[in-house]
Nanobody, 121 residues
Framework: QVQLVESGGGLVQAGGSLRLSCAAS????????MGWYRQAPGNQRELVAA???????VYADSVKGRFTISRDNAKNTMYLQMNSLKPEDTAVYYC???????????????WGKGTLVTVSS
């Protein structure tokens, strides 16, 4: 069984910063791509940033230059440093990871339950 647990969300004023964490635990052989998604009320879930196992990154245009995704492979943990936050960044942020649980076995995608980020104007 694999679990992804997000933390670090909260209420912050516009222009402020938050750092989200996503910790993977359970039966893990390897973690491939990881990513942060967000969903605002009434909107579809969208990709914010993603990172590969060798730490190549991609970002949504709306967060480029403000957000930084990173990961610590030894700790099975991913981070999202969010700076210069805007009210439109308000959403539930979800962690996603492609994880192989056994040496011989499929890679499956897992989701965390999300952490709420609220940016006040």
């Amino acid at each position: 069984q694999v679990q992804l647990v997000e933390s670090g969300g909260g209420l912050v004023q516009a222009g402020g910063s938050l750092r989200l964490s996503c910790a993977a635990s359970g039966s893990i052989f390897s973690i491939n791509n990881m990513g942060w998604y967000r969903q605002a009320p009434g909107n579809q879930r969208e990709l914010v940033a993603a990172i590969t196992s060798n730490k190549s990154t991609v970002y949504a245009d709306s967060v480029k230059g403000r957000f930084t995704i990173s990961r610590d492979n030894a700790k099975n943990t991913m981070y999202l440093q969010m700076n210069s936050l805007k009210p439109e960044d308000t959403a539930v942020y979800y962690c996603n990871a492609s994880i192989q649980s056994m040496i011989v076995g499929p890679t499956m995608r897992y989701w965390g339950k999300g952490t709420l980020v609220t940016v006040s104007s």
